[in-house]
């Protein structure tokens, strides 16, 4: 069983095109989060959705759309894909994102724009 | 946002201990010292963390400097499978995420 998983796991893509990332967590946790780590393996968050709601919005092109449609997803959508968003992104969840809980990283997907 | 500091690669010998270090200077009083780590070609995985007092798990032991100003994980017997990158993270409990750095590259020699 599978604690956060991701879909798809790669993703090769044209400039210009609209993707989706989807993500799912069995965990029964309440904040779900989205990571970009780039060629350089800088890991850097994007996104955080808790009870569905959007808490964290870091400096992130409004190309990047997150969208959580119950507690237990939180999806990516991207539009006018560019090189530079080439990168594997990583979606985690944990309990809360108040206290120290620790979070739980799917196994990520790799896009590769052309 | 407080800062970590890491050396960027060390090597160990499979069945020996390890010791990473981490400094955090920056330190505040509430900041939890987290580690994760990334094995190669997946998500990173959460290790251990602690506050004031030295910590043990299934893992690993985390022992934190009295002035909570440096850390460091012990792995006690190192297996080829260890070989990944640590990342030392603070992160004050009221806000809603981990800033990573670029965390040591652990080379495990059979």
């Known amino acids: 069983d599978t604690a956060v998983s991701q879909t798809p796991k790669y993703l090769v893509t044209q400039m210009g095109n609209d993707k989706s990332i989807k993500c799912e967590q069995n965990l029964g946790h309440d904040t779900m989060y989205w990571y970009k780590q780039d060629s350089k393996k800088f890991l850097k968050i994007m996104f955080s959705y808790n009870n569905k709601e959007l808490i964290i919005n870091e400096t992130v092109p409004n190309r990047f759309s997150p969208k959580s449609p119950d507690k237990a997803h939180l999806n990516l959508h991207i539009n006018s894909l560019e090189l530079g968003d080439s990168a594997v992104y990583f979606c985690a969840s944990s309990h809360s994102y108040i206290g120290s809980y620790e979070q739980y990283f799917g196994p990520g997907t790799r896009l590769t724009v052309t | 946002d407080a800062k970590t500091t890491q050396p960027n690669s060390m090597e160990s010998n499979e069945e020996e201990p390890v010791h990473l270090p981490c400094n955090h200077s920056?330190?505040?009083?509430?900041?939890?010292i987290h580690w994760y780590r990334q094995l190669p070609s997946q998500g990173p995985e959460y290790v251990i963390h602690?506050?004031?007092s030295n910590v043990n798990n299934r893992m690993a032991s985390l022992a934190i400097a009295e002035d909570r100003k440096s850390s460091t994980l012990i792995l006690h017997r190192a297996t080829l499978r260890d070989a990944a990158v640590y990342y030392c993270i603070l992160r004050f409990p009221g806000t809603y995420k981990y800033i990573f750095g670029t965390g040591t590259r652990l080379k495990v020699l059979a």
């Open positions: 920056t330190i505040s009083g509430t900041d939890y």
């Open positions: 602690g506050l004031t």
